[in-house]
């Protein structure tokens, strides 16, 4: 399966009336934040919040007669049953998506709003997708795969080929690589239209699948692990787009846990943009410190993603706090003595952290009944602020344990 230039200009002129040309603006905040003049392509955007539509698209428009009248389906947890739900709905053709017992409810319930026919089974996309196979032998559906097919990956491209007309200058293109599919046509539009122009891949090193397929020489499985880049979370990348992106990349970066939850945090912050994990993970590139050779340089970011779950927003961003050192918490041991409090709490004033949670624990805080152990969480300015008000409270004779 062999997608080329030519496959991918035809798929922009094909779904140019149905998807959108999302914006690629440059973004003063984080061009100053990274120390490279940074561009973000914003496919967070697009009506159902991906870049997935413009594969689903342009594979449902090249279905057969016979296929259309029939219907389509496809395992999907989120933004591939949100795209083929929405594009379905608007050429006319019946949509059922196998979705993992444990989707996302706003993603299930978007997919239903948007006239899908959504079947949940078993807590993993492999057995979505064993049952989404029984459908197309059964029923006869067509199966439109999320990242492994032709005419996806033709569609992706399309962001390749905008990036090139809206940032002319661009030194180099970060992509998201899960499946690859994404990664696979813009990367195949890029180099075959400029291809001085570094493409760059990044995946969470939860689920290393790309690395572990350049390593092998061949798509591979890697064990599932949760990610805060769920829509990266695929332990094995399609065989096609691997054939067309394994010599068009010019590197790889695996981002972690904490830097994909500070990229959240940093485009809420200084972009005023609320993106899921996987949109995030091309700034984390950037953050990681891994790319040091772009300073300087004109960067776009690929924000292909926004819809995070609303449920596990809050967590993320705390958990980007504590990543940044902007919150802390820690115990310290006090006289339960009258004045035992306010002198610890005065003591912290001094540093100028700000308290948001104080709990007492007199049960397990040693034999000694006149000493309480505090369990604090405050707020700080960064890393060098948490650590000077550690240091604080200890110059004031406080055990502190971090």
């Given amino acids: 399966m062999c997608v080329t230039l030519a496959d991918i200009e035809a798929a922009r002129r094909r779904i140019a009336d149905h998807v959108y040309c999302s914006p690629c603006p440059e973004s003063l905040a984080l061009s100053d934040m990274t120390g490279s003049r940074i561009f973000c392509k914003l496919d967070n955007l697009q009506r159902t919040g991906s870049f997935k539509e413009r594969g689903a698209c342009n594979a449902l428009m090249q279905l057969p007669a016979g296929a259309r009248k029939r219907g ?3 395992a999907s947890a989120g933004n591939h049953a949100l795209a083929l739900a929405y594009h379905g709905r608007q050429l006319g053709i019946a949509v059922t998506v196998v979705m993992p017992t444990n989707a996302p409810l706003i993603k299930v319930a978007t997919c239903r709003r948007m006239g899908a026919t959504i079947v949940q089974q078993g807590d993993s996309f492999a057995a979505a997708r064993e049952l989404a196979d029984r459908l197309v032998t059964e ?17 992706q491209g399309t962001v390749g080929l905008e990036i090139l007309e809206q940032v002319p200058n661009a030194d180099a293109v970060i992509v998201a690589a899960g499946g690859a599919g994404l990664l696979a ?16 891949a990044v995946e969470p090193a939860a689920m290393p699948s790309l690395s572990a397929a350049l390593k ?3 798509p591979v499985t890697v064990p599932p692990c949760p990610t805060l880049a769920d829509g990266l979370a695929v332990g094995r990348v399609g065989a096609a787009a691997f054939t067309l992106a394994k010599d068009r990349i010019d590197k790889l970066v695996t981002v972690d846990e904490a830097t994909i939850a500070l990229a959240i945090l940093r485009m809420i912050e200084r972009e005023k943009t609320v993106v899921e994990g996987a949109g995030a993970a091309t ?10 050779e772009l300073r300087g340089k004109n960067v776009v970011l690929v924000i292909g993603g926004g819809n995070i779950d609303p449920t596990v ?9 504590v990543a940044d050192g902007r919150l802390c918490r820690f115990t310290a041991m006090i006289s ?3 004045g035992g409090l306010a002198k610890f709490t005065s003591a912290l004033a001094t540093t100028g952290a700000s308290v948001k949670e104080v709990l007492h624990d007199r049960a397990f ?3 000694d009944v006149s000493m309480v152990r505090l369990s604090c969480v405050v707020e700080t300015h960064d890393h060098a602020h948490r650590d000077a008000m550690l240091r604080g409270l200890r110059d004031n004779g406080f055990v502190v344990t971090v």
Avoid: N, W
């Fill in 72 to 74: 389509v389906t496809a």
């Fill in 139 to 155: 029923r006869g559906l067509a199966y439109i795969h999320g990242f492994d097919d032709p005419h996806i990956i033709a569609g």
């Fill in 185 to 200: 046509g813009t990367a195949t539009a890029i180099k075959a239209v400029r291809p001085g122009v570094k493409v760059i």
């Fill in 216 to 218: 092998a020489g061949q």
């Fill in 283 to 292: 700034l984390a590139a950037l953050m990681s410190g891994q790319l040091e």
């Fill in 313 to 321: 927003l809050g967590r993320i961003i705390e958990y980007g706090l």
């Fill in 336 to 338: 339960d003595r009258p």
């Fill in 365 to 367: 805080a040693g034999p």
